[in-house]
């Protein structure tokens, strides 16, 4: 079965203080690797897509990046509007069909 | 544009009541999904639609009905709300690999 975990369930860090955030997962032929972000009381804001292992992108203070097995969101020198929920989802099979972890709830401190 | 949009944003129901929470895309997407978001859970997928005129079940589909009504509009259905329905329910779009997500409809079951 396909499954997405993601640590920690929550981050706290001070300003400036960098960090990564996982993504662990276990699907059957990954066609690619997704990462959001999600605002309290706010639908998920798409950051990334990754496809391949040894791939990464970046915006801003954020970059992923895809390993056979995982994921990781680097969050270099994060201010306070960093704060959010980080999901990341995979994509496996037909359809369009993502299955994403729990998500983690990053607070950046001033 | 708007992206995908969703109405109502906030719905309370009594237990065995039915509702319609609706759904619409002006991105000329094929692919649109219903998912529901719990605590600890994640999002997980309700059903879907790859194209106008085709709809599938997802991972939690029981007690809940689709329509794809046109290219741009995908309805969801609770026929008999129960409490275990209260959630947040996000409509999500897609053309090629990336999903949208709409802001969210907040439904409290009673």
């Known amino acids: 079965e396909d499954q997405v975990t993601q640590s920690p369930e929550a981050l706290r860090l001070q300003e400036g203080e960098s960090s990564s955030l996982n993504c662990s997962y276990t699907v059957s032929g990954l066609r690619g690797l997704f990462w959001y972000r999600q605002d309290p009381g706010k639908g998920p804001e798409f950051l990334f897509t990754?496809?391949?292992a040894g791939e990464e992108k970046e915006k801003e203070r954020l970059k992923a990046t895809l390993t056979k097995k995982e994921s990781f969101l680097h969050i270099t020198a994060p201010k306070p509007e960093d704060s959010a929920t980080y999901l990341c989802a995979a994509h496996s099979g037909g359809a369009q069909k993502l299955v994403f972890g729990q998500g983690t709830r990053l607070t950046i401190n001033p | 544009n708007a992206g995908v949009t969703q109405t109502p944003k906030f719905q309370v129901l009594k237990t065995g009541q039915s509702m319609t929470l609706q759904c619409a895309q002006d991105?000329?997407?094929?692919?649109m999904y219903w998912y529901r978001q719990d605590p600890g859970m994640g999002l997980r997928l309700i059903y879907y639609?790859?194209?106008?005129?085709?709809?599938d079940k997802g991972e939690v589909p029981n007690g809940y009905n689709v329509s794809r009504l046109n290219k741009r509009e995908f309805s969801l259905r609770l026929e008999s709300a129960a409490p275990s329905q209260t959630s947040v329910y996000f409509c999500?779009?897609?053309?090629?690999?990336?999903?949208?997500f709409g802001p969210g409809t907040r439904l409290l079951v009673l």
């Open positions: 639609s790859a194209s106008e005129g085709t709809t």
């Open positions: 991105m000329n997407h094929n692919s």
């Open positions: 990754l496809y391949s």
């Open positions: 999500a779009s897609t053309a090629a690999k990336t999903q949208y």
